[in-house]
């Protein structure tokens, strides 16, 4: 693994991010099948996310929403090609966070077309699973317990693009600001996406 420099230290070695046998499950389901070429794999992983974590993607939708019409609509995308990027890239810092901001508001665009309605947690959490090591999880939960903390040592407001989708932009900078000022320096190890989230959700 090469080295990473974060605050003046070279840190080798990721934290164990080990978050349970179900996550491992969703984690190697992706990995096996990455692609969005295959309409019942697509539909099936739009789904399983999605209900494992509290975002299903029919919720809210329109009464004609068809979850195989949203599979078909990723297949017809640039989603791969987006996801490739991000999985080549690894480990997001300020350098390479429109990469990720622009395949996530892309996300967006392709779940709001199925659904008809924004899908920001979903668009993060099934990202997630395709590209862990550069995805931050959004949700409620994590984003108030990251803004409390930052609030605490006066770190909570950072620029906006206006390029993107707002909320979404706003809280990566704040997961790779407390990432590379707090809590890895409490950690002395990198911390992987689901390190954060986990840690953020007092797991």
Same mark, same amino acid.
């Given at each position: 693994?090469?080295?990473?420099?974060? #605050?003046?230290?070279?840190?080798?070695?990721? $934290?164990?991010?080990?978050?349970?046998?179900?996550? =491992? /499950?969703?984690?190697?389901?992706?990995?096996?099948?990455?692609?969005?070429?295959?309409?019942?794999?697509? =539909?099936?992983?739009?789904?399983?996310?999605?209900?494992?974590?509290?975002?299903?993607?029919?919720?809210?939708?329109?009464?004609?929403?068809?979850?195989?019409?949203?599979?078909?609509?990723?297949?017809?995308?640039?989603?791969?090609?987006?996801?490739?990027?991000?999985?080549?890239?690894?480990? /997001?810092?300020?350098?390479?966070?429109?990469?990720?901001?622009?395949?996530?508001?892309?996300?967006?665009?392709?779940? #709001?077309?199925?659904?008809?309605?924004?899908?920001? *947690?979903?668009?993060?959490?099934?990202?997630?699973?395709? $590209?862990?090591?550069?995805?931050? /999880?959004?949700? *409620? /939960?994590? @984003?108030?317990?990251?803004?409390?903390?930052?609030?605490?040592?006066?770190?909570?407001?950072?620029?906006?693009?206006?390029?993107?989708?707002?909320?979404? =932009? *706003?809280?990566?900078? @704040?997961?790779?600001?407390? @990432?590379?000022?707090?809590?890895?320096? =409490?950690?002395?190890?990198?911390?992987?996406? @689901? #390190?954060?989230?986990?840690?953020?959700?007092?797991?």
């Amino acid at each position: 693994m090469k080295k990473v420099m974060v #605050k003046g230290r070279n840190y080798m070695k990721y $934290a164990d991010d080990y978050s349970g046998y179900g996550n =491992e /499950i969703l984690y190697k389901m992706c990995q096996n099948k990455l692609y969005h070429n295959d309409l019942d794999v697509v =539909e099936s992983k739009l789904w399983i996310i999605g209900r494992a974590y509290a975002a299903s993607i029919e919720r809210k939708a329109g009464k004609d929403f068809d979850i195989k019409v949203a599979a078909q609509i990723l297949i017809d995308s640039e989603i791969d090609k987006k996801i490739a990027n991000l999985n080549s890239i690894g480990r /997001i810092n300020s350098n390479h966070v429109d990469e990720l901001l622009d395949t996530h508001n892309y996300m967006m665009q392709l779940l #709001k077309l199925a659904t008809g309605v924004d899908k920001r *947690s979903l668009a993060s959490k099934y990202l997630h699973f395709h $590209a862990p090591m550069s995805v931050f /999880i959004y949700d *409620s /939960i994590v @984003r108030n317990n990251l803004r409390d903390r930052l609030r605490k040592i006066g770190k909570n407001r950072f620029p906006i693009s206006k390029k993107y989708d707002d909320e979404y =932009e *706003s809280h990566v900078k @704040r997961c790779i600001s407390y @990432r590379d000022s707090v809590y890895e320096n =409490e950690l002395g190890l990198l911390a992987t996406p @689901r #390190k954060l989230d986990s840690h953020l959700y007092g797991y």
